[in-house]
């Protein structure tokens, strides 16, 4: 993995999402309930969500509920949209190429610009709870930082390398409208319409409408 020299610099700022994973996410879990998972052609995948401006027990109980989601769909990264609500929010349970764990949920997230000397693509295949049993390579940079709020509307921000950088990056994607299979060629993302088309979903999706 490459190494970027902005980590010393705003080092920092970042926040630790690496704590108490397990009892942290298992508290949300437990306390949430698990929702269908919208899919592709679904109106609320297809354009940007509107922002939190309201952080309160309702906000909350929607992190909550993308938690139990996220788990019961076997997923790492969770859109709100996904789950047919309106809002700027993702929450994640998603390793990094190092085998560490990160937890945590981003309101309004705002994905950080790379410079061209720090972008080191990563090709591996990504794969959306969205567009379920389909995968595809999509060349994506191996570092991200992602800056926003959290469940309480403080300043955050988030940093992930390798797998986890491609979740902070394809979540982020959700939120303003587009999938994984939106940056595809013409035929690669025709091809994973065919393999979402002849395969079935794991867990409960919603029908799409109009």
């Given at each position: ?23 942290r996410e ?27 401006t309201i ?153 799409n409408e109009?």
């Amino acid at each position: 993995m490459a190494q970027h020299d902005t980590d010393e610099r705003i080092s920092d700022e970042f926040i630790d999402d690496t704590k108490d994973c397990a009892e942290r996410e298992q508290a949300h879990r437990e306390r949430g309930t698990a929702r269908p998972i919208t899919v592709v052609g679904h109106p609320m995948l297809h354009r940007e969500c509107k922002d939190v401006t309201i952080f309160d027990d309702e906000l909350a109980r929607l992190i909550d509920d993308m938690f139990a989601s996220q788990r019961a769909a076997e997923g790492v990264g969770l859109a709100a949209n996904q789950i047919g609500v309106d809002l700027k929010v993702f929450v994640y349970d998603c390793n990094d190429d190092e085998g560490v764990r990160h937890v945590g949920v981003v309101c309004n997230p705002v994905l950080e610009e790379l410079p061209a000397e720090a972008r080191v693509l990563d090709d591996n295949n990504e794969g959306c709870l969205s567009v379920p049993t389909a995968y595809a390579e999509l060349p994506r940079p191996d570092y991200a930082v992602v800056r926003g709020q959290d469940a309480e509307g403080r300043p955050i921000a988030v940093r992930g390398t390798g797998y986890f950088a491609r979740c902070l990056q394809h979540e982020t994607d959700h939120l303003y409208g587009r999938l994984y299979i939106d940056r595809l060629s013409k035929r690669e993302r025709k091809n994973a319409l065919k393999m979402m088309a002849e395969g079935t979903p794991r867990y409960e999706t919603v029908p799409n409408e109009g």
